[in-house]
């Protein structure tokens, strides 16, 4: 069965940094692509990262590209997310997802939900 746990979340004031972590489990971790997402308050999923199973090619949508960093650890079987200058349109809850890029940009225009979405993490940016 899969498995995501995600941690990390917290309030920051603009201009912040939270790291996010992803607790994998149930599947190939190091063979499969794995992507970040998020849902700000009364919206859908935003598509907010990707990396490929080598931790060699991330993809950023601009909103976030030069602030965030997607990588991850294949041995322990984790995925972060290091958010630097957070902004207060970054507030959200965010999840991770074993989806790769195709995938978790389909979530996000075909406005849907994913599959073993687990509980994400809160992240709040407010002054």
């Known amino acids: 069965e899969v498995h995501l746990v995600e941690s990390g979340g917290g309030r920051v004031q603009p201009g912040g940094s939270l790291r996010l972590s992803c607790a994998a489990s149930g599947f190939a971790f190091s063979t499969t692509d794995m992507s970040w997402l998020r849902q700000p308050p009364g919206k859908g999923l935003e598509w907010v990262s990707t990396l490929d199973s080598s931790g060699k090619i991330p993809f950023y949508p601009d909103s976030v590209n030069g602030r965030f960093t997607i990588s991850r650890d294949n041995t322990e079987n984790m995925l972060y997310l290091q958010m630097n200058s957070l902004k207060p349109e970054d507030t959200g809850v965010y999840y991770c997802?074993?989806?790769?890029?195709?995938?978790?940009?389909?979530?996000?225009?075909?406005?849907?939900?994913?599959?073993?979405r687990g509980q994400g993490t809160q992240v709040t940016v407010s002054s």
């Open positions: 997802a074993n989806l790769d890029l195709a995938q978790a940009i389909g979530v996000e225009r075909r406005k849907e939900d994913f599959n073993n």
